[in-house]
């Protein structure tokens, strides 16, 4: 399936028989080499769309990693907040607890 998706002169000089040369047949060798040309520079074209995508998508990987690594750390510090807040309420539920259990000795 790869091969359809060539352009079809690729997929001429690549798929059909070569005939044979003839020394008389000069205007056939100028068509083949022109044809040659146009087919270096298709594929030169189709080799720089290449890099250049290949360039766009390892630019596009690095920019999700970089924003992946950005939304961890907000993440982290978020967790760190979040922790910190339990801890201090975890503080004050301790205190509230010991004050409870002195008044209720006062009580009783």
């Known amino acids: 399936t790869f091969g359809l998706l060539w352009p079809k002169f690729i997929r001429q000089m690549i798929f059909t028989s070569s005939k044979p040369k003839e020394s008389s047949d000069t205007d056939s060798e100028g068509k083949r080499e022109t044809f040659e040309r146009e087919i270096a520079n298709e594929v030169s074209k189709l080799s720089k769309?290449?890099?250049?995508?290949?360039?766009?998508?390892?630019?596009?990987?690095?920019?999700?990693?970089?924003?992946?690594?950005?939304?961890?750390?907000?993440?982290?510090?978020?967790?760190?907040?979040?922790?910190?807040?339990?801890?201090?309420?975890?503080?004050k539920v301790s205190a509230q607890n010991d004050l409870l259990?002195?008044?209720?000795?006062k009580v009783s």
């Open 49 to 91: 769309k290449v890099v250049d995508q290949n360039e766009l998508l390892t630019k596009k990987v690095v920019d999700q990693n970089e924003l992946l690594a950005e939304y961890k750390k907000d993440q982290n510090e978020s967790l760190a907040e979040y922790k910190k807040t339990v801890s201090e309420l975890s503080q």
């Open 101 to 105: 259990e002195q008044l209720l000795k």
